[in-house]
């Protein structure tokens, strides 16, 4: 069964897909990937797909995301023209899922675009986790997995102190998430009402629910410039809070955001995962990364079976 699976990796993240590779007890398949004088990409998959089942591992971050996708996109068509029974894009973070409307007249819906492009390169079957906005999912015309990390977080809280705790989000559309989290470590679940201004600045309108305790545990999807949560921390400073426990999947961490978030003498802690590479000069002893690796294994493991994926949706 094993030997019928292949696992390859993009040049984003490799350490994820060793891991993932580590938890499923197969090697990481080698490939070659290489820049021309001309700036065009070279890929090869340097072992044989035929009638094998592949995964491909490639998040749309950090730096050159384009390249990335591109990448993917190659490696895929060489899977398809290959010969091989089934090409599985596993992309732990799909940046574009933060387009997915017309919000501003003659723009592109990204997100959507994105999904058809990865489709036609060869995408039979997409496994992600965590989009910005889930109706992402339907973007894709091929059976597509939405993971969660929520398993992963709940666990690691847990085993914390959550005396005096209440779980916040600072994105109403990130509510239904925040709520099942703050269900599952049954503490209360407050709400910050916000306006986005730009790619760096939001505004927060006003902070609804009961803010219960001192010690705020403020869930996001992810974390890039940071704004939101700084803005978070500072709207829930009136109503006692002392203690910030900062929280998502994708810690992307653009610029000096974990430099300007540690700022805040709120903030004790920085939780994320490893769905996109962090930088060893990013490693703070207040930032903890959690391992999303043996999530994705047993979700290609039940894939190349035919099991079921009830489990992942529980979340």
Known sequence: M?????????SAHRELAEAICADLRIPLSASTTKRFRNDNLYVQLCETVRERDVFIVQPFYPAHVSDHILELAFMMDAARSASARRVTAVIPYYSYSRSDKK?????????RLLADLLTAAGAQHVVTMTMHSPQVHGFFS??????????????????QNLTRACVVTPDLGNIKRATRFARLLQLPVVAISKKRIS????VVDGVIGE?????????????AVGS????????????????ATLVCTHGLFCDEALERLFALPEVDA????DTVPIPQRQAMPKLHVLSIAPVFADAIRRIHAGESMQIHFEY
């Open 211 to 223: 803010v219960a305790g001192s010690h705020a545990i403020i869930v996001d999807d992810e974390i």
């Open 2 to 10: 094993k030997d019928e699976m292949r696992v390859f990796s993009g």
């Open 199 to 202: 790619d760096t600045k939001v």
């Open 103 to 111: 919000d501003e007249p003659h723009i592109s819906i990204a997100g």
């Open 142 to 159: 091929v059976p597509t997995d939405h993971l969660s990390s929520m398993k992963v977080l709940v666990e690691y809280f847990q085993s």
């Open 228 to 243: 939101s949560m700084i803005e978070a921390v500072k709207a829930l400073r009136p109503f006692g809070v002392t203690q």
């Open 270 to 273: 920085i939780v994320t995962t």
